[in-house]
């Protein structure tokens, strides 16, 4: 079996989305043990289209509450 190389390249708007991605989980510190801290951005080329977190305690999740608009799951980016 041949093994195929993917080299994943991000570009500086990924960075800042992932930056966003980690504030958005450090708002959940000390208040989601067990479960980790996790923040998601979902981003449509440069505009980010719908972002959220889990910053509430265990048991209970935040939805992505603020989706600014709709996007073809095919041409977005999710970033957590």
């Known amino acids: 079996m041949e093994r195929t190389s993917s080299t994943a390249t991000f570009t500086g708007t990924d960075h800042q989305h992932m930056r ?3 504030q ?3 708002q959940g510190e000390f208040t989601t043990r067990p479960n980790p801290m996790v923040g998601c951005v979902i981003a449509h080329g440069e505009d980010v289209v719908g972002e959220a977190g889990i910053g509430v305690p265990a048991g209970r999740t935040r939805r992505c509450s603020r989706c600014r608009r709709p996007v073809s799951a ?3 980016r999710l970033l957590m």
Do not use: D, I, N
């Open 74 to 76: 095919h041409a977005a």
């Open 20 to 22: 966003r991605a980690l």
């Open 24 to 26: 958005l989980a450090q």
